[in-house]
T-cell receptor, first 117, second 114 residues
């Protein structure tokens, strides 16, 4: 099955700095890579995702890059703000049309990001 | 009401108790999921229901029993749990299981087993 490794487990930055979280995956057939943000006391919420036919995707201050050859993908947050403080999870999955028998999203262990004012 | 609603938010139970967690989604989705979230561990998929049919049981012990009476409601029945089952249980929904797309999570039910 798929295995997703996420680093670092904790990350502390100053407001305005950039933050980068990296993930690697093991299943070369995985083709969908979402990132979720979980604030304290809440459930995870999708912030951005990327599919294997794209190398980079950007949404305002958030960007994700994917290197299929190396099987790793990264989340980049620029101009960090205190409200970016949360736990971020990466995930990977196949879909039915890529040989998966069912939808099964495998998550990383999460990164606790703290943005200091 | 909007999104995915889970009740209760907090639950404390003894090892011999029987309790249930409830999840309701108001998004018109066809797939619903139970995940277990423990400290310093990845989110663990427990069960998947697609159009009310269970399509995934991720080797979950039988002391956890899911029920999906319709596409909007999902239950997790708990009995004779162990202290290691203490965790945050998250319900999620999506348009369709099998098609990669956004999972919408509830805020979770924090379970403590004494």
């Amino acid at each position: 099955g798929e295995n997703v490794e996420q680093h670092p487990s904790t990350l502390s930055v100053q407001e305005g700095d950039s933050a980068v979280i990296k993930c690697t995956y093991s299943d070369s057939a995985s083709n969908y890579f979402p990132w979720y943000k979980q604030e304290l006391g809440k459930g995870p919420q999708l912030i951005i995702d990327i599919r294997s036919n794209v190398g980079e995707k950007k949404d305002q201050r958030i960007a994700v890059t994917l290197n299929k050859t190396a099987k790793h993908f990264s989340l980049h947050i620029t101009e960090t703000q205190p409200e970016d403080s949360a736990v971020y999870f990466c995930a990977a999955s196949r879909t039915l049309n890529s040989g998966g028998s069912n939808y099964k999203l495998t998550f990383g262990k999460g990164t606790l990001l703290t943005v200091n004012p | 009401e909007t999104g995915v609603t889970q009740t209760p938010r907090h639950l404390v139970m003894g090892m011999t108790n029987k309790k249930s967690l409830k999840c309701e989604q108001h998004l018109g989705h066809n797939a619903m999921y139970w995940y277990k979230q423990s400290a310093k561990k990845p989110l663990e998929l427990m069960f998947v229901y697609n159009f009310k049919e269970q399509t995934e049981n991720n080797s979950v012990p039988s002391r956890f029993s899911p029920e999906c009476p319709n596409s909007s409601h999902l239950f997790l029945h708990l009995h004779t749990l162990q202290p290691e089952d203490s965790a945050l249980y998250l319900c999620a929904s999506s348009h369709l299981a099998g098609a990669a797309g956004e999972l919408f999570f509830g805020e979770g039910s924090r379970l403590t087993v004494l």
